[in-house]
């Protein structure tokens, strides 16, 4: 990476993405702001985004056609003259073409592929648009492609080591199950039990079936059969989780790249229950808790 690059990167992702509300970081972005017509505009094969759900798209559309769009995107120059590759906004550009615009306001960045990968992947973690296989790939992307280690790329996206690491492991599974995890309808904590067992369908699919939390899944897995008999009891004697808090397991579970869950009480009681195997998954943990 060169000294320019590093010195880019250093600013921090609030700058890259014309967030930076500091002196030099507003006169750095208007002297980079342009408006170019839509059609000038071409998503980035390198985006670790691949989905793109058009109930999301139609509402963000419904938006953009009421106030207009309120962040610019984020472009590099394309080979072709009047050509531009998005960096981060391809959402945005998505929804603006169904909203009917023609001009969309960007701001333009000098990004080698790596960088732009890398710049790509922080913002759509930390906006949480990543489902956990497109996560996974972009760290894959970034380690094979580009040369990180996973200590550069912990480093370069705040994350540990071990929850690349982690992550990276659920791309190890059948296509089946990662588009389980993709579709939501398996969690990464779960997803996470599977990688190293025999028929890891078949498990993805009971695990779904019987409505599992991550520790009744390892359990599953430990002793089959007489797990199995436990869980079944267990749904009878203790309250059912909702659909809501279900999803907040989910949601926690993937912001933290531990196993989150969510023990329903009586009444509005209960208790959150977060597993860790290093003392550096605890640190990380107890950082973000204080934050």
């Known amino acids: 990476m060169t000294q320019a690059a590093k010195k880019r990167l250093g600013r921090g992702l609030a700058a890259l993405i014309g967030d930076d509300v500091t002196e030099e970081g ?5 002297k980079s702001l342009r408006h170019v017509p839509i059609e000038f505009l071409r998503g980035s094969p390198n985006n670790p985004r691949k989905s793109f759900k058009p109930e999301d798209l139609e509402d963000l559309s419904n938006s953009i056609r009421e106030k207009g769009l309120l962040q610019p995107l984020v472009v590099r120059s394309g080979k072709t003259p009047n050509s531009y590759e998005i960096v981060a906004g391809e959402r945005r550009w998505r929804a603006a073409q169904i909203a009917g ?17 890398e710049i790509a992947l922080i913002e759509n973690i930390q906006r949480s648009d990543l489902n956990p296989i497109e996560e996974a790939t972009g760290y894959s992307q970034l380690i094979e492609q580009f040369g990180y280690t996973q200590q550069k790329l ?19 599974l059948p296509e089946s199950v990662r ?27 009971k695990m779904i079936k019987l409505g599992l939390s991550v520790r009744e899944a390892e359990n599953l897995i430990k002793e089959p059969q007489d797990a199995a ?31 989150v869950e ?23 943990v107890c950082e973000k808790l204080k934050k």
Do not use: C, F, W
Not at 26 to 30: C, E, G, L, P, Y
Not at 101 to 117: A, F, N, S, Y
Not at 154 to 172: P, T, V
Not at 269 to 284: A, F, N, R
């Open 262 to 284: 969510i023990q329903v009480g009586k009444k509005e009681t209960g208790t959150v229950s977060i597993q860790y195997s290093t003392l550096e998954q605890l640190e990380s």
């Open 154 to 172: 912990a480093e370069s996206i705040g994350k540990s080591r071990s929850h690349i690491a982690n992550m990276m492991r659920l791309l190890n």
């Open 101 to 117: 615009v023609h001009e969309l306001p960007v701001l333009i960045r000098e990004l080698d592929d790596g960088e732009m990968l």
């Open 26 to 30: 507003v006169i750095a972005d208007a």
């Open 179 to 205: 588009d389980k995890v993709e579709e939501g309808v398996l969690s990464a904590g779960h997803a996470r039990t599977l990688v190293a067992v025999k028929e890891p369908e078949v498990l993805a699919d």
């Open 229 to 259: 008999k436990t869980v079944l009891r267990s749904k009878i004697a203790k309250p059912q989780k909702t659909a809501d808090v279900k999803a907040l397991e989910k949601e926690l579970t993937e912001v933290l790249g531990l196993s």
